[in-house]
């Protein structure tokens, strides 16, 4: 919708990437729907340029 357009969501996105945090895996509010195509290209560039907090 935000690119004028609508497609169904078929993934559950992680909003900030979990990287293994079970507290962000399964915190609902840290989810969002998105079509496949939305999700991959998020999550490849995230993965491009990972953020890691210690």
């Known amino acids: ?8 969501a078929t993934v559950v996105d992680h909003i900030i990437p979990h990287r293994g945090d079970p507290h962000l895996m399964w915190e ?11 999700h991959d290209r998020k999550t490849g560039n995230e993965d491009n340029r990972p953020k890691y907090t210690y």
């Open 1 to 8: 919708m935000a690119q004028g357009r609508f497609t169904a």
């Open 28 to 38: 609902e509010s840290n989810w969002q729907a998105l079509c496949k195509p939305c």
